[in-house]
């Protein structure tokens, strides 16, 4: 199985950027889309932006302008750049591939944390 490790979160002050990263140990290019989802202090995961095999992106209107989502395929690895943060985008982040939409093939892991605060 395919194991891969988020990193890139942090501490960052509202209006700051992180970039999260998401390596896999193997190819990523038999997915349908590889995506990043979140989940904040008492709310349910939800999907932040995914990327499709062809290179389409959709993002959650909360992320539409501030959130950019790319993968590097000879890297195996999907990036999330994230600029001007805000409080509400303090979350546990965590990627995720779909082999068909809704269908992921990989337990959530123990995803990047990131917390933006004054």
């Known amino acids: 199985q395919v194991a891969r490790v988020e990193s890139g979160g942090g501490l960052v002050q509202p209006g700051g950027s992180l970039r999260l990263s998401c390596a896999a140990s193997?190819?990523?290019?038999?997915?349908?889309?590889m995506g990043w989802y979140r989940r904040a202090p008492g709310k349910q995961r939800e999907l932040v932006a995914r990327i499709t095999s062809g290179g389409s992106t959709n993002y959650a209107d909360s992320a539409k302008g501030r959130f950019t989502i790319s993968r590097d395929n000879a890297k195996n690895t999907v990036y999330l750049q994230m600029n001007a943060l805000k409080p509400e985008d303090t979350a546990v982040y965590y990627c995720?591939?779909?082999?068909?939409?809704?269908?992921?093939?990989?337990?959530w892991g123990q995803g990047t944390q990131v917390t933006v605060s004054s």
């Open positions: 193997g190819s990523i290019l038999s997915f349908y889309a």
């Open positions: 995720n591939a779909e082999i068909q939409p809704g269908i992921f093939p990989w337990s």
